[in-house]
């Protein structure tokens, strides 16, 4: 079982930044892959970041050049610059230790508004 505690959202005004945090805890010896998904309203889920073995990243394309994702062990964070209103919305925190266990945080939200 793997706990996901998210941090670091709320209210930013275009062109600002925000760094969501993502610690996992629980009972498991390592996390191959975390990251982030966004969904704002009436939209499907969508990749933001992932973090994968510690090795590679992967960018949604609405962020790249504009996000990064970086990973201390069990932790994971999202540096967010140049936001604009489209980057509004419920961020997820996701952690992968195998195929099949997959976790999920609750959620935080990111409201980009003047």
């Known amino acids: 079982q793997v706990q996901l505690a998210e941090s670091g959202g709320g209210l930013v005004q275009p062109g600002g930044s925000l760094r969501l945090s993502c610690a996992a805890s629980g009972r498991f010896v390592s996390i191959y892959e975390m990251g982030w998904y966004r969904q704002a309203p009436g939209k499907e889920r969508e990749l933001v970041a992932l973090s994968t073995g510690g090795i590679s990243t992967e960018y949604g394309d609405s962020v790249k050049g504009r996000f990064t994702i970086s990973r201390a062990k069990n932790t994971v964070y999202l540096q967010m610059d140049s936001l604009t209103s489209e980057d509004t919305a419920v961020y997820y925190c996701?952690?992968?230790?195998?195929?099949?266990?997959?976790?999920w945080g609750q959620g935080t939200q990111v409201t980009v508004s003047s």
């Open positions: 996701k952690a992968r230790l195998t195929s099949r266990l997959v976790y």
